[in-house]
Antibody, heavy 120, light 108 residues
Framework: QVQLVQSGAEVKRPGASVKVSCEASGLTFTNDFIHWVRQAPGQGLEWLGV????????SFAPRFQGRVTVTRDTSTSTFYLDLRGLRSDDTAVYFC?????????????WGQGTLVTVSP | EIVMTQSPATLSVSPGERATLSCRASQGVSSNLAWYQQKPGQAPRLLIYGASTRATGIPARFSGSGSGTEFTLTISSLQSEDFAVYYCQQYNNWPPITFGQGTRLEIK
């Protein structure tokens, strides 16, 4: 089983950027995909994007295109979500999650979540 | 973007009884449908994928059915640990992956 450990909570001002990290142990770079999903307080789940750890290629939800970047550091098996131009409605818990290549769009191992608060 | 709609928003069921949760897609998603369980303060937990295949370690009381636009998650005999929020997710036509708004399963 893959274990995902995320960075700690962040408080940011509107217009700022935030970078959330996700360190993966037990990941198989050729077989796994890392997704990013967020959840606003009291709300449902919203998918942001995915990265192929082996190739580094990414795909994002259209509404986040141009505002989000996902990168990886292969030497430390760490993945990064960078969200720019923060607004109050970006306040949410951000999760990284792993999906196996057999079902690349269905994450089955999740990080503990990182609370990002956007406040003036 | 495919819109997923879950019903009901809240379902009240007694322990030991059966719970039936519904999920509808705005267009056909074949069998590319997953279900997750989420408890307060925790990450989601994968229950079902491929509309009806249980994930590793998921008890047999959880079952999924449906294809196309109509899906059902059934919990045959509710245990205390099953009271949570449940989400469906389509992955037939992505990006983006899309989730339903959730069904809260509460103790009656």
């Amino acid at each position: 089983q893959v274990q995902l450990v995320q960075s700690g909570a962040e408080v940011k001002r509107p217009g700022a950027s935030v970078k959330v990290s996700c360190e993966a142990s037990g990941l198989t770079f050729t077989n796994d995909f890392i997704h990013w999903v967020r959840q606003a307080p009291g709300q449902g789940l919203e998918w942001l994007g995915v990265i192929n750890p082996f190739t580094g290629s990414t795909s994002f939800a259209p509404r986040f295109q141009g505002r989000v970047t996902v990168t990886r550091d292969t030497s430390t098996s760490t993945f990064y979500l960078d969200l720019r131009g923060l607004r109050s409605d970006d306040t949410a818990v951000y999760f990284c999650a792993r999906a196996d290549i057999s079902v690349t769009a269905v994450p089955d191992d999740w990080g503990q979540g990182t609370l990002v608060t956007v406040s003036p | 973007e495919i819109v997923m709609t879950q019903s009901p928003a809240t379902l009240s069921v007694s322990p030991g009884e059966r719970a039936t949760l519904s999920c509808r897609a705005s267009q056909g998603v074949s069998s590319n449908l997953a279900w997750y369980q989420q408890k307060p303060g925790q990450a989601p937990r994968l229950l079902i994928y491929g509309a009806s295949t249980r994930a590793t370690g998921i008890p047999a009381r959880f079952s999924g059915s449906g294809s196309g636009t109509e899906f059902t998650l059934t919990i045959s005999s509710l245990q205390s640990e099953d009271f949570a929020v449940y989400y469906c997710q389509q992955y037939n036509n992505w990006p983006p992956i899309t989730f339903g708004q959730g069904t809260r399963l509460e103790i009656k």
